[in-house]
């Protein structure tokens, strides 16, 4: 297991190279980078969504996993609180790094890094999981995690939530449930997992490509303390508090997963978008995610024994 978990993360680590390289030579220009990342997020990560829904998800389970959307935004809602102590011990000056800060305490790598760790781990019956637990993060993040960066404008707010991703995820959710499965063309289903099967590395070459030339390690002693609470803190606060629920195992591990996750590399894009330090953003996105090579596989090699 943990060499699996480990593939995962040097598979997004080497996805990032790729897309650094391709920008160094000149394949990828930063003009292209918002048109093509709201490309695959439209399309390609919709596609996933439906697909891994439509396939895997467990609808005589509904009594027992409905608590996963709660699960994903009580995440980033118990992290946004605990950052308002955290912030208080803060030591700097700039108050674009303080919220940045912030918004990593609330925020995490819910989206990507857990596909790939899921999946390899359980299959697609558990990334289905993984999605609908996402309905809760997607709105956590977009309003708690957009809020803490400084700017909260809730008409586009409503518009970030009432995603592609959503749409994807409430029309799965329906043919579900409904036990509509057996009228979807069989070609619209392969489509759809073709589709999807490409997002994911688009999205990481395309971040990849973002950190070029290399991001800035400035405010070391923020991003270690950083690191300690995103890394060690929330995720042990978390785990403990979802054990004392009882929940299904196979649902327990899914939340445990994203509970351990780093700070998301798509802050990267948001914090040029709505305030903060994108430059600390970019740092503690690679910091984080190569620290939980060692964080991520020692922590489930205890939870999952």
């Known amino acids: 297991m943990t060499l699996t978990i480990l593939y995962a993360i040097l598979e997004i680590l080497g996805m990032f190279a790729v897309g650094w390289l391709a920008r160094h030579f000149g394949y990828i220009r930063e003009d292209e980078l918002n048109r093509w990342s709201r490309f695959v997020i439209d399309f390609l990560m919709p596609a ?7 396939v895997g998800f467990e609808s005589g389970r509904t009594t027992e996993i409905w608590v996963l959307p709660l699960a994903g935004f009580g995440i980033i809602a118990f992290g946004g609180a605990a950052g308002v102590l955290f912030r ?5 000056g700039s108050r674009d790094l303080a919220r940045t800060f ?3 305490c609330a925020v995490n790598n819910y989206g990507f890094l857990p596909i790939l760790i899921i999946q390899s781990l359980w299959g697609e019956p558990a990334l289905a999981r993984l999605f609908f637990l996402n309905i809760g993060s997607a709105i956590g993040y977009w309003t708690i995690g957009v809020g803490l960066l400084g700017e909260q404008r809730w008409g586009q707010t409503a518009r970030n939530i009432l995603s592609p991703n959503l749409a994807a995820t409430l029309l799965a959710l329906l043919f579900a449930l409904a036990g509509w499965r057996p009228f979807v063309p069989e070609l619209v289903v392969n ?4 589709m999807g099967r490409a997002a994911v590395p688009c999205i990481l070459i395309l971040v990849g490509a973002g950190l070029y030339p290399f991001p800035s390690l400035r405010h070391r002693a923020v991003m270690g303390y950083l690191t300690l609470i995103r890394l060690v803190l929330l995720p042990a ?6 054990a004392l629920f009882g929940l299904p195992e196979d649902v327990r591990n899914v939340i445990w997963v994203v509970a351990l996750m780093p700070v998301p590399v798509s802050s990267i894009i948001l914090t040029r978008r709505y305030g903060g330090d994108p430059d600390f953003a970019a740092g503690a996105a690679v910091v984080t995610t190569l620290l939980s090579l060692v964080t991520v596989p020692a922590a489930l090699s205890l939870l999952l024994r």
């Open 102 to 104: 912030h918004h990593f």
């Open 88 to 92: 208080l011990t803060l030591r700097t």
């Open 237 to 242: 606060a978390t785990v403990a508090a979802v």
């Open 48 to 54: 996933l969504v439906f697909h891994s829904i439509l």
């Open 191 to 194: 489509i759809a997992g073709s």
